[in-house]
């Protein structure tokens, strides 16, 4: 049984550019104290990474491309392979800080995977020893993954299989099941049977793609009817020319802030309806909106960015591989100064994007993209890439892409080292070089963000934007808290006070001194008929 790479997977090779590769990172962080005095080895990483390579299936393929993109690329088992070769040594210079740790990570990012061997990289970063929050001696991970293998949700997957959860008797559990079966491949490569599969394959495309067509068009019909009606009121659907829509060179700047979950869910909480995600787009807008009016630069128009969404039907169990995402579109609120206001704005923008996307149905959307014919995507990704995913042109549609990763909040261990920083660094390409990479776990949200010097040449001065913008909105969101709350008391004061009564006439009644059953039955009888009789 041949396993062949889908529309959507092969779409990412395709974008890819000599300068701009679409691969991901994700940014582990552990704490060796947990082992109580003892230090991992690098060959016990090594070790440890080789027993947990049966999480995917594509940890030990390599992926096969048909001559001119004629045909879908296909997975094909990597006789060369060698974890050695994948799972590499690094350590900080001294001193050891954060800023040398980002170049670090921006410099192994940089550089694009070798396509002839399995799709990805993993780089341990020993000597983080001087870098506020992290405990002294903790050491690193880098998994860098080409996009075609994996998208967010299964990188995330291949996360929690590598990691494993303290048990009820403090043994460590694997958090999934590491061992999946691996069907047989029997792809020939002698370049005439690729051919004529491919010739094949082009033919049946469009007959797969005839039902997922037909359930999307109703819905593509009515977004476009709705974006339609919308331009004629005057709505500039557009997104405004920023530096984030320029070209990017082939090197690469990354940062992260660390942010408190509890926090960011009481800034949320004070906008009826609104979500974490909502409170994270218009904290990153508002850090746009300092970082560019400090270079007067700040368009009059909210920039717009992308949210990739994860469209893999709920309760299935897939493997960690593949892509099957669609992408949501919305404004950030960025042309907002109150923050509270910028947050219901984005409420307001998140939720329409989501009606559209239900009204189309972006699984039908994705299917599409599975489906379609190899040579047709083969050009539709050349031209994804000449337009920046949309970010050139005459008409920009966005300035950045943010894509949030939620996490557990139990804790997560690799060999008893704890882990305390789960980061992500973005595949940026011209027309789209700014991502953001949220990413939740334990209590806290970190905001990582990638870009290219050219574009972001103080990457630092862009996190102090962020931390920045979460304290404005944190005072701000107390402000409005606080008064909901006296006016929630000022309201339960007054439903507790007793009402005003009209004063009741005196009755001025004379003491019977006949202590006589019938004299108390009189006087009790007299006391009810004025108690009853209107007052006057």
Known sequence: MTHRLTGQDAMFLHADLPHAASHGTMIYIYDQSTLGGKTLGFRDIVRHMENR???????????????????YPSWVEDELFDIDFHVRHFALPKPGDWRQFCIMVSRIHARAIDLSRAPWEMYVIEGLDNI??????SFAVLSKIHHAAMDGTAATELTWALHDVQGRAGRAEPVVDVKRSTPPQTLSLRAL????????ENLMATARMALPLAQALPGLTTAGLRMLKRTRSGADLGAPRTRFNGDVLAQRVWDSVTLDLAEIKKIKSVVPGATVNDALIALIGGAMRRYLHSKDELPAKSMVTLAPVNTRTEGTKESAAGNTISMLRFAMGSDIEDPISRLAAVHAATTESKEIQNAIGAKHLTDLQKFAPPATLGLAGKLAALTGQGGKGPMPLH???VTNIPGPSTPLYMLGAKLVHW???????????????????????????????????????????VRASFEEMKGAAAAVASKQQQ????????????????????????????????????????KKALATRPVE
């Open 423 to 465: 980061g992500g660094v973005g595949p940026v390409t011209d027309g789209m070089s700014l991502i953001w990479n949220p990413s939740s776990y334990c209590g806290k949200v970190f905001i990582s963000l990638t870009s290219s010097p050219n574009v972001v040449p103080d990457p630092e001065f862009l996190a102090a934007c």
């Open 487 to 526: 006016g929630a008391a000022g309201l339960a004061t007054v439903r507790k006070a007793p009402a005003k009564k009209a004063p009741a006439k005196q009755i001025t009644m004379k003491r019977v001194a006949v202590d006589s059953t019938a004299a108390r039955k009189a006087v009790v009888g007299k």
């Open 53 to 71: 390579l049966d999480a995917s299936p594509v940890l030990r393929r390599r992926i096969v491309q048909v001559p001119f993109g004629l045909g």
């Open 193 to 200: 049977d690729m051919l004529t599969s491919a010739f094949s």
């Open 399 to 401: 300035n950045c892409l």
């Open 132 to 137: 506020e929050g992290i405990p002294k001696g």
